[in-house]
C-alpha cells in the first residue's frame, strides 16, 4: 500500500473484535517501531506489552473504561524513559560496540550528557515524550499496513497503570496504542481546512 493510502485508511479503532494478531505480524510490528527516529538516537522509551485478559481487565477501569482496552488483541503502552544520562551511557557502549572509536564519539557523547544534565526532571519527561510520540506514529501506520487496526490514546491514568503494571521507576506510561481487528467502521474524516493549518 503506498503511504497516501496508508494514511488515509488508518483510524482510531473503537472496538476491536478480540481475534488474536499472530505473533510474527506482532514482531514485524516491532521492527518497525523500533525504528523510529529519535533526537540524538537516545531511544528514551519502552514499550510494555499486555496480552492477557486478566491485566486489560484491570487496566479497563483506569482507562476510561474504553472498550478497546478489553477488546484488543496486543495493548502496547508506550512508555517515556526518563533515564536520560543512563541512556547515554548505554548508547556509548552501543556506538563502541557497533565500532565507533572511543576517541571520535567523545565530542558528541560529551553533548550529550551536558544537555542531559541540564534537563530537570520535568524537562527530561516532555522530551522524552516527544520522541514517544514519533514511535506511536510508526506503529499505528505500520498496524495499517500491516492489515491490522489501532488507536492512539491518552485516556488513561498513567500512575495507576504504573502500580498494576508494575513499572520501574525510570518509566512513565504516555501513550497507548491497542492493536487488533476493528469490530467498528471508521467515521470520514474531519479535518480542519489546508489554509487554516499551512501559512
Ligand atoms: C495522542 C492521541 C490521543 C488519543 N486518545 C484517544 C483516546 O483515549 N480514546 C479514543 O477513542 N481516541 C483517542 N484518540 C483518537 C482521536 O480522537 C482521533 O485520532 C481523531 O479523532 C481523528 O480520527 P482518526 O484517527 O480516526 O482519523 C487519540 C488520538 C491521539 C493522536
Given at each position: 500500500?503506498?503511504?497516501?493510502?496508508?494514511?488515509?485508511?488508518?483510524?482510531?479503532?473503537?472496538?476491536?473484535?478480540?481475534?488474536?494478531?499472530?505473533?510474527?505480524?506482532?514482531n514485524?510490528?516491532?521492527?518497525?517501531?523500533?525504528?523510529?527516529?529519535?533526537?540524538?538516537?537516545?531511544?528514551?522509551?519502552?514499550?510494555?506489552v499486555?496480552?492477557?485478559?486478566?491485566?486489560?481487565?484491570?487496566?479497563?477501569?483506569?482507562?476510561?473504561?474504553q472498550?478497546?482496552?478489553?477488546?484488543?488483541?496486543?495493548?502496547?503502552?508506550?512508555?517515556?524513559?526518563?533515564?536520560i544520562?543512563?541512556?547515554?551511557?548505554?548508547?556509548?557502549?552501543?556506538?563502541?560496540?557497533?565500532?565507533?572509536?572511543?576517541?571520535?564519539?567523545?565530542?558528541?557523547?560529551?553533548?550529550?550528557?551536558?544537555?542531559?544534565?541540564?534537563?530537570?526532571?520535568?524537562?527530561?519527561?516532555?522530551?522524552?515524550?516527544?520522541?514517544?510520540?514519533?514511535?506511536?506514529?510508526?506503529?499505528?501506520?505500520?498496524?495499517?499496513?500491516?492489515?491490522?487496526?489501532?488507536?492512539?490514546?491518552?485516556?488513561?491514568?498513567?500512575?495507576?497503570?504504573?502500580?498494576i503494571?508494575?513499572?520501574?521507576?525510570?518509566?512513565?506510561?504516555?501513550?497507548?496504542?491497542?492493536?487488533?481487528?476493528?469490530?467498528?467502521?471508521?467515521?470520514?474524516?474531519?479535518?480542519?481546512?489546508?489554509?487554516?493549518?499551512?501559512?
Amino acid at each position: 500500500m503506498k503511504l497516501k493510502q496508508l494514511v488515509m485508511k488508518r483510524y482510531a479503532t473503537k472496538e476491536f473484535d478480540g481475534k488474536v494478531i499472530p505473533q510474527d505480524k506482532v514482531n514485524e510490528l516491532f521492527e518497525l517501531i523500533r525504528m523510529a527516529p529519535t533526537s540524538f538516537n537516545i531511544q528514551p522509551w519502552k514499550v510494555k506489552v499486555v496480552t492477557d485478559k486478566m491485566t486489560k481487565e484491570k487496566l479497563f477501569p483506569v482507562s476510561w473504561n474504553q472498550k478497546q482496552i478489553t477488546t484488543c488483541s496486543h495493548l502496547l503502552v508506550f512508555c517515556a524513559d526518563n533515564d536520560i544520562l543512563g541512556l547515554v551511557d548505554k548508547l556509548e557502549k552501543e556506538m563502541i560496540a557497533a565500532g565507533a572509536s572511543p576517541e571520535s564519539i567523545k565530542g558528541y557523547v560529551q553533548m550529550m550528557r551536558d544537555f542531559a544534565k541540564g534537563l530537570t526532571p520535568d524537562q527530561a519527561l516532555v522530551w522524552a515524550q516527544k520522541q514517544v510520540y514519533i514511535a506511536l506514529e510508526n506503529a499505528m501506520l505500520g498496524a495499517t499496513a500491516l492489515g491490522f487496526d489501532s488507536c492512539p490514546m491518552e485516556g488513561f491514568n498513567s500512575a495507576e497503570y504504573h502500580k498494576i503494571l508494575k513499572l520501574p521507576k525510570n518509566l512513565v506510561a504516555s501513550v497507548l496504542c491497542p492493536i487488533g481487528y476493528a469490530a467498528d467502521k471508521p467515521l470520514p474524516k474531519l479535518r480542519f481546512k489546508k489554509e487554516d493549518l499551512f501559512f
